[in-house]
């Protein structure tokens, strides 16, 4: 059975830093695309940031510069680092995995319950 769940948010002030966390099982982060979505009370998902296999990235632009994502094949674990949040990114994040080659991901199928971060200004 596969699972991801993600840990680490909460609330914070705009331009604090917060680090989410995304535990993996029955599937192993080295295999899949990993990536975190988010989704605002009343707005579409939003894809924030992918790593694929091999750990090459990719961001939206509304985080570029500010979010880190990151994975510990060894931990089976998915990161997130968000620094300098802004009010924006108030919304509950979730991550998800995909199966993937080396260098194509597919459809993103294995989701977590989400995390909610809320910045205040």
């Known amino acids: 059975q596969v699972q991801l769940v993600e840990s680490g948010g909460g609330s914070v002030q705009a331009g604090g830093s917060l680090r989410l966390s995304c535990a993996v099982s029955?599937?192993?982060?080295?295999?899949?695309?990993m990536a975190w979505f988010r989704q605002a009370t009343g707005k579409e998902r939003e894809k924030v940031a992918t790593i694929g296999r091999l750990g090459s990235t990719s961001y939206a632009d509304s985080v570029e510069g500010r979010f880190t994502i990151s994975k510990d094949n060894a931990e089976n674990t998915l990161y997130l680092q968000m620094n300098s949040l802004k009010p924006e990114d108030t919304a509950m994040y979730y991550c998800?995995?995909?199966?993937?080659?080396?260098?194509?991901?597919?459809?993103?199928?294995?989701w977590g319950q989400g995390t909610q971060i809320t910045v205040s200004s």
């Open positions: 029955g599937i192993t982060t080295s295999d899949y695309c």
């Open positions: 998800a995995a995909a199966w993937g080659t080396l260098t194509q991901c597919a459809k993103y199928n294995y």
